[in-house]
């Protein structure tokens, strides 16, 4: 090696952002490894590779001492004397063993670990990149099929849409665009996996953020989000300011910011409900479309009853229970469901449902007020 190679080294370390000494340092700890394997041993052996010229010294250390027992590391005060005087019991010294043919090895070692330095930098700034962007919505192409999980090309990196994490009915081709929520990124030694997902709350919570200017500017906040995947979103908004309407900003003239998420989604029903402080207005908003008589609330063990039109109750609740069950894990409160004729009769069937029912596998996408 040479001159040329240390200005090789110095525009990888402007190029890729590989420190100069960590590579040099790296050379030369696979240096003494090709010794130990060319030449027997690399007992008491180091490497230095000179910062400037490029030139390479293999280096051996041993013990002055007055006997020798073993030539590997010991060496005796007179042969000590022959390379310096000065030289006295119990100094180590340090001498040049460097090969004359060790240039090809030093050469071809150099050039294995800067390839390997080399991608591991570019593995650890992919990393780096996607890992700022978990939560975030991303663009993909579908790259290939495995089974019935999807690989995404993002580019840089390829993310993994599993089966668990697609929409129930979507169908995805190769080649085909699509966006997905980056839910997690994470180091393995084939470079960074970034797992994706179409079924996550996050994805319509992020749709909503570059759609809505409003909440762009923090002047609507999304305060809760429940979702089952394929079939209906709720959401629920509270603005910052009195004079501007939070269900509106998200529903658009003429429906079209709403309707725009609706297509990406694939035709899922959104209902977008204006959060309130107050649990009976916010109970009584989460329910609908159906429309509430009376909501009465216990604080202590955030319970709340019901009471709908005899002919609402079956909107209410919702087929199969979607509609009560979203409007639970969306607001945070257990609701108990009666038509007025139960209530004030004490006849038929109490519909309770707890925010913390699984049945589906959703989950809701809980947002911190600010």
């Known amino acids: 090696m040479n001159r040329e190679f240390i200005e090789a080294i110095d525009e990888l370390e402007k190029e890729k952002h590989i420190s100069k000494d960590i590579l040099i340092e790296?050379?030369?700890?696979?240096?003494?490894?090709?010794?130990?394997?060319?030449?027997?041993?690399?007992?008491?052996?180091?490497?230095?590779?000179?910062?400037?010229?490029?030139d390479i010294a293999v280096l051996m250390k041993k013990d002055i001492v007055e006997e020798v027992y073993d030539d590997m590391i010991e060496m005796s005060l007179e042969e000590a004397h022959e390379i310096d005087p000065r030289y006295e019991i119990g100094d180590a010294i340090e001498f040049q063993v460097t090969p004359r043919d060790f240039g090809r090895i030093a050469a071809q070692t150099a050039k294995q670990v800067v390839v390997q330095r080399i991608r591991e930098a570019e593995r650890g700034m992919i990393f780096d990149d996607f890992i700022t962007k978990q939560g975030e919505i991303v663009t993909g192409i579908v790259q290939r099929k495995s089974g019935e999980t999807l690989f995404v090309n993002m580019g840089k990196a390829e993310g993994i849409l599993p089966v668990n994490e697609q929409v129930p009915g979507e169908r995805f081709e190769v080649n085909e665009r699509l966006k997905v929520y980056i839910m997690d990124v994470k180091k393995t030694t084939k470079g960074p996996q970034v797992f994706l997902s179409r079924s996550h709350p996050?994805?319509?919570?992020?749709?909503?953020?570059?759609?809505?200017?409003?909440?762009?500017?923090?002047?609507?906040?999304?305060?809760?989000?429940?979702?089952?995947?394929?079939?209906?979103?709720?959401?629920?908004?509270?603005?910052?300011?009195?004079?501007?309407?939070?269900?509106?900003?998200?529903?658009?003239?003429?429906?079209?910011?709403?309707?725009?998420?609706?297509?990406?989604?694939?035709?899922?029903?959104?209902?977008?409900?204006?959060?309130?402080?107050?649990?009976?207005?916010?109970?009584?908003?989460?329910?609908?479309?159906?429309?509430?008589?009376?909501?009465?609330?216990?604080?202590?063990?955030?319970?709340?009853?019901?009471?709908?039109?005899?002919?609402?109750?079956?909107?209410?609740?919702?087929?199969?229970?979607?509609?009560?069950?979203?409007?639970?894990?969306?607001?945070?409160?257990?609701?108990?469901?009666?038509?007025?004729?139960?209530?004030?009769?004490?006849?038929?069937?109490?519909?309770?449902?707890?925010?913390?029912?699984?049945?589906?596998?959703?989950?809701?996408?809980?947002?911190?007020?600010?």
């Open 26 to 54: 790296a050379i030369e700890s696979a240096l003494v490894s090709a010794y130990k394997k060319n030449y027997g041993t690399a007992q008491n052996v180091r490497v230095d590779i000179d910062r400037e010229t490029g």
């Open 202 to 370: 996050g994805l319509v919570k992020r749709l909503f953020e570059l759609e809505v200017p409003e909440i762009q500017e923090g002047i609507v906040e999304i305060r809760g989000i429940a979702r089952e995947a394929g079939s209906r979103t709720k959401i629920a908004v509270y603005s910052q300011d009195e004079n501007v309407d939070p269900v509106g900003s998200c529903v658009g003239t003429r429906g079209s910011r709403v309707q725009a998420i609706v297509d990406e989604l694939g035709g899922e029903k959104i209902d977008i409900i204006s959060w309130s402080e107050d649990p009976e207005e916010l109970i009584s908003n989460v329910l609908s479309p159906a429309k509430v008589e009376k909501v009465i609330v216990e604080d202590d063990e955030k319970n709340a009853t019901v009471i709908v039109p005899d002919y609402q109750l079956s909107l209410a609740i919702g087929k199969e229970g979607q509609n009560v069950r979203l409007a639970a894990r969306v607001s945070g409160w257990k609701i108990d469901i009666k038509s007025h004729t139960q209530y004030f009769e004490g006849e038929g069937e109490i519909i309770q449902i707890d925010e913390d029912d699984e049945d589906t596998g959703e989950e809701v996408f809980e947002v911190e007020e600010k």
